[in-house]
């Protein structure tokens, strides 16, 4: 095997296990969220710990890339650019596995299903949150500049819902004031999910630099 086909083969086995850990932060979202729904604390309980597991993913990651600088070398740009990129696109994945278990640990506390029953926004921003992360992490692993453009434009709706959860609770609050604390806690789950939707961006803009050197249109490499 050649330097260049030994080097496409290590990128191919990175993109695989980016893959891998982009579903395990798609999955921790969505369990939350049924966790909250059900008021499953032992759910919740099992997402805090499945956060190790991609923790650990994001060390791997990190010593394959290093791995690849090392003993590869890439002198070209571009394959500076998918070494380096990825670094950062997996730091971003490992943000978002935290915040899913920063979800978990308020529903291990809260009354979850009246929340998640009352304040309608929030199933819909989980949802958009969690489609973001997962058309990111593909458009990166595919090289897809063009499908971050546009996933980096469905923000805008998580920010959208983001305000409408607010507009809920000021409601809730309204009509209920001995709820305080359930309405704290669910602007904390919005807040945790606009996050979210915050680091989907990143690893679009970081999709888009992977292809062209830029970031935010100013040329970098």
């Given at each position: 095997m050649t330097a260049?086909?030994?080097f496409q083969h290590e990128i191919a086995a990175l993109n695989?296990?980016?893959a891998t850990m982009?579903?395990?932060i798609e999955e921790a979202i969505e369990r939350c969220f049924q966790a909250m729904e059900q008021e499953d604390k032992d759910g919740a309980q099992e997402i805090i710990r499945g956060d190790r597991r991609i923790n650990d993913m994001e060390k791997a990651i990190e010593a394959h890339c290093l791995s690849l600088m090392l003993k590869q070398q890439p002198v070209v740009a571009g394959d500076l650019r998918i070494v380096s990129t990825a670094l950062k696109v997996v730091t971003d994945m490992e943000r978002i596995g935290d915040h899913a278990a920063d979800i978990a640990e308020l529903v291990l506390r809260m009354d979850s299903a009246r929340i998640y029953e009352e304040i309608k926004a929030i199933p819909q921003m989980a949802e958009a949150a969690k489609n973001m992360v997962h058309d990111a992490v593909h458009a990166f692993i595919n090289c897809d500049v063009e499908a971050a453009k546009q996933n980096m434009k469905k923000d805008d709706v998580v920010d959208e819902l983001f305000n409408r959860v607010?507009?809920?609770?000021?409601k809730q609050l309204k009509s209920d004031t001995g709820?305080?604390?359930g309405c704290i806690d669910a602007i904390m789950v919005a807040k945790y999910l606009e996050?979210?939707?915050?680091?989907a961006v990143n690893i679009c803009e970081w999709t888009e630099f992977h292809e062209t050197g830029?970031?935010?249109?100013?040329?970098?490499?």
């Open positions: 260049r086909a030994g695989e296990e980016l982009g579903t395990m607010k507009e809920e609770i000021v709820h305080i604390d996050r979210i939707g915050d680091h830029e970031l935010n249109h100013i040329r970098l490499v």
